[in-house]
C-alpha cells in the first residue's frame, strides 16, 4: 500500500511540474496588443510591465520599454531646464539617441549591421533615423523637423515643453528590425542604447556605438524581464535598505565616520560598505548618512559627486588573477569604468542588478536629508568565478561632495594616497 502511495505521489509531483513548466512557456508569450497609441503621452499600462530605467547625463533620461506581436515600444523623457541648439549641429546640442539591434548577443563581437537602427533628435526637433550600412557605418533614411515621423514599421512622436523636459516615443516593428514575434519569444532579447547630451554639462553613451553586443541587454519577458537584468534571481531583494538578515554576517569592507576622517564641516556621518557571497553571485551593499545629497557633475567629474569607486579584482584558486573591474558609481548610477588600456569610459552597461534607496532629495538643498543606500548583485559569471576556490579583493572608497573619499581604515593606514595596492585590498572567500 505504501508503495501505491508513493506512486501517486510521484505521478502527482509529475503532473504538477508539467503544469508550472507549461504555464511558464506560455508567460514567455508577446501579448497580441499593447494598446499604445504614438501620442508622446508614455502612461498606458503596457509601459509598466518592464522596469524602467534611467540613463544619460545626471541620470536625465527615463527609458520606457514595452512589446507586444506587432513590434517594440520605447518611451524617452529627457529631463532638461535649458535648452540650448549648437551651431555645429545636432549631436552638439542638447538631444537623446537611441540605437536598437533585435539579433546582436552580449558578449560577442556583433558589429553595426543592417539590423542596427539609430534615431537621434534635439530640443528643436531635428531628427536623424539610420540604420547600419553593413560595413560599420550608417545611411541616413529619414531626416527633418517635426513632431511625426511614419514610415514602413515606423512611428515616432516628439513633443518638447520649452526649459523642462523632451520627450521622444516611438515604435518599430519586428519586422523592420528584420525578425518577427515568434523568434524575439525564443530570444527574449533585444540590444538597445542610449546617447545624450546636456548642452555645456557632459554627454553620455551606454557603450560603444558602433558594438551593439556591448549595448544593453533588455529582457521582454518572464520573470527577470529588464535591462541587464542577470538571469540568475537574487536571494534577498535588492532595493537598497540592506535591511534583511543576510547583511548581518556580511563582511564588512569599509566602515568609518566622514566628520571624524574629514572634519565637522563635511556634510556627512557614519558610513558602511558589507560584501557576501550568496549561492549564484556577489552581493554588495553601501549605507551613507550624508546630510546634504549633491551630485551636480556629469559623467568626466562624476568622482567630485556623492559616490563611490569600487575594484573588485578576481583570484583562482592558485592565486592568478581572472579578472578585474573598476567602476565609479555616483547618486545617478554607473558613470565610468577603467577599460582593458587601463584608460576611463563612461561606455558600458555591467551585468547586475542594483538599486538605490535615497532618503531625500538628490541636488536639493531646500529639503531635509537623510542618507543613501545602494544595493548590488553581480552573478559569478559576470565576475568569472567558476570555482568555489576563487576569491575576490574588493576596495570601495565611499566619497562626499567635492572628493572626501573614505579609503578602509587598515588599507588608509599603509596607503594613504596610492589606491593601486591590490595585495592589500580586503578579502573575500567563497564558503
Known sequence: MKKIYLIISILLLSFSLIACNGENKNNLKLAENANISIDGFIDEDAYDLIPYRLAGV????????????????????????????????LVNSDYVGIAIDAFAVRGENNLVEETTHLFRVDVEKNYVYSVGDG??????????KGDTITDDGLEIHIEVIKDDSYIVEMFLSWERLGTNS??????????????HRDFGVDVK???NIQAPSNYNSLRLLGD???SNMPLEKPEITIDGLMNEAAWDNATITNQGNFKNLFGDNVDAGDFVVKAFFGK?????GVLVDDYDLNAPKGPGEAYKNDGMELRIHVFDGNNLPILSYKWLLD??????????????????????????????????????????????????????MESANSYIKILSAVGTFEQNNALPGDYAAINDTNWDVVEDYPTLRRK
Open 58 to 89: 545626471k541620470g536625465q533620461v527615463k527609458v520606457q520599454y514595452a512589446a507586444d506581436k506587432a513590434g517594440i515600444y520605447f518611451g524617452l523623457t529627457v529631463t532638461d531646464k535649458k535648452h540650448e541648439v549648437a551651431k555645429t549641429g
Open 135 to 144: 560595413y560599420g557605418s550608417w545611411d541616413d533614411l529619414l531626416t527633418g
Open 182 to 195: 515568434a523568434d524575439v519569444e525564443t530570444r527574449n532579447n533585444v540590444m538597445y542604447y542610449i546617447e
Open 205 to 207: 553613451a551606454d557603450a
Open 224 to 226: 527577470r524581464k529588464g
Open 280 to 284: 549564484d553571485g556577489l552581493y554588495i
Open 331 to 384: 547618486l545617478h548610477g554607473f558613470q565610468w569604468h577603467e577599460t582593458g588600456s587601463g584608460g576611463i569610459s563612461s561606455s558600458f552597461a555591467p551585468h547586475v542588478e542594483m538599486k538605490y534607496f535615497i532618503d531625500g532629495t538628490v541636488n536639493n538643498s531646500s529639503d531635509t536629508d537623510r542618507g543613501w543606500g545602494l544595493e548590488m548583485f553581480i552573478p559569478y559569471s559576470h565576475l568569472g
